[in-house]
């Protein structure tokens, strides 16, 4: 009911910055979005978790102090910020959304309804 699109994934080298953005086909004030990434050879794993409100409510371990999650809900869009990326970043990163908040937090893949496409995030010298 919900289509999502990603982009701004690209070649980046070592200690470099993204955003990427999660655009909305439609309102999603009242959407969780979750943002997922999957390494070749790896899990589908969570990297973060940002509610309605635009809380926070998850982090990997990996991206605390380097990545960070917002919204502007006027734009249909969510932002993954990364910074000082490193080689270990490079995954297909996704965005997801499921349509009804009951709990504040979601880190499963099966929590959620709509997944966009995915966009590539390689980080290479």
């Known amino acids: 009911q919900l289509a999502l699109v990603e982009s701004g994934g690209d070649l980046v080298q070592p200690g470099g910055s993204l955003r990427l953005s999660c655009v909305a086909s439609?309102?999603?004030?009242?959407?969780?979005i979750g943002w997922f990434r999957q390494a070749p050879g790896k899990e589908r794993e969570m990297v973060s978790c940002?509610?309605?409100?635009?809380?926070?409510?998850h982090q990997a371990e990996s991206a605390k102090g380097r990545f960070t999650t917002y919204r502007e809900n006027d734009k249909n869009t969510v932002y993954l910020q990364m910074n000082n990326l490193a080689p270990e970043d490079t995954a297909v990163y996704f965005c997801?959304?499921?349509?009804?908040?009951?709990?504040?937090?979601?880190?499963?893949?099966?929590?959620?309804?709509?997944w966009g496409q995915g966009t590539q995030v390689t980080v290479s010298s």
């Open positions: 997801a959304a499921r349509l009804t908040e009951v709990r504040l937090t979601y880190t499963r893949t099966k929590d959620y309804d709509n």
């Open positions: 439609g309102p999603m004030k009242y959407v969780t």
């Open positions: 940002i509610t309605a409100r635009g809380r926070i409510t």
